[in-house]
């Protein structure tokens, strides 16, 4: 059969990307809110086939979006233009060989029920630095369950 649409995309891992940011929300966001970003992200997502992790604590995002890189500027580029939020710093980009979110359009975490002083300490070390993010900490967060 001469079909190959829509085989194994993940296929060209070299023009897979990751990119994470941190960013300060203009106003505070309450919980209804942040269902109605979580379900407009994941709508979009899915289109992108862009997947990654979401962080709200206190005010701040802290976003890890991977996937194509074309697909991830796109996103970038509507996360950007958001004006419910600045972005502070762009923690880390890289070419990355697979995917750390594979099966989450978008998980989502607050600081609450979640280890509150370890999200601190990542919140810190970004805002000082980007050099010195803790991505390992931030993955850490997620855990295996992304709802
Ligand atoms: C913290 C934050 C995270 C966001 N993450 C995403 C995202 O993962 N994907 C996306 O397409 N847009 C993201 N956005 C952008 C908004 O969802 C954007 O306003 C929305 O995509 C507009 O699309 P709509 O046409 O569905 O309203 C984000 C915005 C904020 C403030």
Not at 10 to 28: F, N
Not at 53 to 78: C, K, N, P, S
Not at 94 to 109: E, N, T, V
Request: charged share 25%; hydrophobic share 40%; net charge negative.
């Amino acid at each position: 059969m001469a079909e190959s649409k829509n085989i194994a995309l993940d296929a060209s891992p070299d023009k897979l990307i990751s990119k994470t940011y941190l960013s300060r929300a203009v106003e505070p966001f309450e919980i209804a809110a942040l269902e109605a970003l979580l379900t407009s992200c994941r709508h979009n997502n899915g289109q992108e086939q862009v997947t990654g992790a979401l962080l709200y604590h206190g005010g701040y995002f802290m976003q890890l979006i991977e996937g194509f890189d074309e697909a991830v500027e796109r996103t970038y580029a509507r996360i950007v233009s958001d004006s419910r939020h600045e972005i502070i710093s762009v923690l880390f980009e890289d070419h990355i060989s697979a995917r750390f979110f594979p099966d989450w359009s978008m998980g989502f975490r607050t600081s609450e029920g979640a280890d509150a002083a370890s999200i601190e300490a990542i919140y810190e070390t970004a805002s000082r630095s980007a050099a010195r993010f803790p991505i390992n900490d931030f993955l850490l967060l997620f855990g295996n369950d992304g709802d």
